[in-house]
Every structure is written in structure tokens, then in C-alpha cells.
């Protein structure tokens, strides 16, 4: 297996994580992101920690943008032998609220961003036997109140990973998809919501996480090496996907409970 990884939202957050995880190993990356000073600070980093690479501006809802990465992936590595789709913005606000645009914005990039990147970069991953990571979200599977659009387009990821991981097993590309909760993050920089109120209440349940982007950039790293699917990094996720699927009428009640509470909030 040669080591080359292709990494979109690499210029910051867990984008830059993994990539510093992966290069810690001497790994070949390809970094790219909207932001061009971030890209170019995270392959700083990246080279001080061990690896090297080239970076490349790539806006995910841009097809051709994704194509063009690809190639250059064909022409400076040869190939590619995973790929992180991991380029997202958050949202939040309640349905009656969110307009049809914040609708479209949150599903061409943290939905179609990742379909896009998987066709893209597809005929490389079949000649390598490669993998796909895919990062999607907790709130995929929990469906948290006042981030339908959010929730909606995460859960679009782990079906579209879950279809992926079945069709793709004879061509031995493995497939992976990971559900973080919270987590200190940047994500807050890209927010989009109809209410100030809202963009605080999420920031203050990001800034409450006890685990860090690094901490997470290390737990897929170990979990892609044994080979998991679905990827949970927090403990608490990983309590409250068990009670879901033993138990969903609880924790529906228990979203309504808390949809209540961020209505009297947001008033």
C-alpha cells in the first residue's frame, strides 16, 4: 500500500487533524479547502510532523474543482489510497424558520460535497483497493431540534456511505463513516442560521465537549486500521446510538423535551 491521502477541509478543524494524524506516519497528502492561508498553514504543520504533500483550493459543491484534485493526485502521487470527505458548515435553526437557500446551501456542501467527492476520486480508489472516509455526525443518527437541514444532509452521508460500503466490497475499496457529537472546533466560523440566539446555544454546547479535534483525528485513525464502518469517537455518542436502537421512543421524547426548552431560549 503506498501512503497517499486526499483530504478536503484540511485547513483547519478536524480537517487539519487528520491531517497531521496521517502525516505523523509519512504519509503523502493532498490538503484542500476554500481557504488558502489555512491550506497553507496546515501543510506547515503537516511537514514539521512528518509528511509532505501539495495543497490545492477546491470549493466541494464544484464538481470540476473535485476532478481537477483528483487529477492532481494522478499526476503528483500516481494515485490515491484514501480519501476524507470531510469538508462541512454547520447550521441550526428551527424548520419554520430556515429558508429554502439555507436548505440548498447545507445540502450542496455537506451532502453533495461528499457524493461529489466519492465520484470523483472513485476510478483511483478502484485501481488501489483504496479507502473512503466519510465524515458525517452524530446528528445523523440522533436528529437533534432546531438543525433539520444539518441533521437531514449528515444522515444523507452515512446512507450514502451505508450503500457505498455494500457496493463497493468486491471492488475491496473499504468504506468508513464517522459520527462525531461536539467537538472544539472552528465549525462555529461557517455558521448559518436564521437567529444570533441559536449560533450561541451551539457554540456553548461545542466549547462544553471534553474532547478535541486531535482526540478524534486519532480515534478514526485506529478504528479505519481495525477495519470499523461506523465510526463513533465519543463515549456519549456511542451510549445514546445504543439506547436509540434499543429504545427510540425515549429519546424522541426526550429531543421534544429539548425543542421546548430552545423555543422558551430563542423567545
Same mark, same amino acid.
Not at 430556515?98 to 453533495?112: A, C, G, K, T, V
Not at 471492488?171 to 468508513?176: A, D, K, L, S, Y
Not at 442560521?193 to 483525528?217: C, F, H, N, R, Y
Not at 456519549?236 to 425515549?250: S, T, V, Y
Given at each position: ?83 476524507? @470527505?470531510?469538508? *462541512? /458548515?454547520?447550521? $441550526? ?6 429558508? =429554502? %437557500?439555507?436548505?440548498?446551501?447545507? #445540502?450542496?456542501? @455537506?451532502?453533495? *460535497? /461528499?457524493?461529489? $467527492? ?6 483511483? =480508489? %478502484?485501481?488501489?483497493?483504496?479507502? #473512503? ?135
Amino acid at each position: 500500500m503506498q501512503n497517499r491521502i486526499m483530504i478536503t477541509g484540511a485547513g483547519s478543524g478536524l480537517g487539519r487533524e487528520i491531517a497531521l494524524r496521517w502525516a505523523r506516519e509519512g504519509w503523502q497528502l493532498a490538503l484542500s479547502d476554500v481557504s488558502e492561508p489555512g491550506l497553507a498553514e496546515t501543510l506547515k504543520l503537516v511537514r514539521e510532523a512528518g509528511g509532505d504533500g501539495f495543497t490545492l483550493r477546491c470549493d466541494v459543491r464544484d464538481y470540476s474543482q473535485l476532478t481537477a484534485l483528483a487529477q492532481a493526485c494522478e499526476t503528483k502521487f500516481g494515485g490515491v489510497d484514501v480519501i476524507v @470527505n470531510n469538508a *462541512g /458548515v454547520a447550521s $441550526g435553526g428551527f424548520f419554520s424558520d430556515l429558508s =429554502l %437557500e439555507d436548505w440548498d446551501w447545507q #445540502i450542496s456542501i @455537506n451532502l453533495m *460535497g /461528499v457524493v461529489k $467527492g466519492c465520484k470523483a476520486f472513485l476510478p483511483l =480508489l %478502484e485501481r488501489s483497493k483504496g479507502k #473512503i472516509i466519510n465524515i458525517a455526525s452524530m446528528a445523523a443518527l440522533m436528529q437533534g431540534p432546531a438543525m433539520s437541514n444539518y441533521n437531514v444532509a449528515k444522515a444523507g452521508v452515512v446512507a450514502l456511505s451505508e450503500s457505498l460500503l455494500a457496493e463497493l466490497k468486491q471492488q475491496e475499496i473499504g468504506v468508513h463513516v464517522v459520527c462525531p457529537s461536539f467537538f472544539q472546533t472552528n465549525l462555529m466560523d461557517s455558521f448559518r442560521g436564521p437567529t444570533p440566539a441559536m449560533k450561541a446555544q451551539v457554540g456553548k454546547l461545542l466549547e462544553s465537549s471534553p474532547i478535541s479535534a486531535a482526540d478524534i483525528a486519532d480515534y478514526i485513525f485506529t478504528s479505519v486500521a481495525n477495519n470499523e464502518f461506523m465510526i463513533l469517537p465519543h463515549e456519549q455518542g456511542r451510549m445514546a446510538w445504543a439506547l436509540k436502537q434499543k429504545n427510540p421512543e425515549i429519546l424522541y421524547n426526550e429531543m421534544a423535551v429539548m425543542a421546548e426548552k430552545m423555543r422558551a431560549k430563542a423567545k
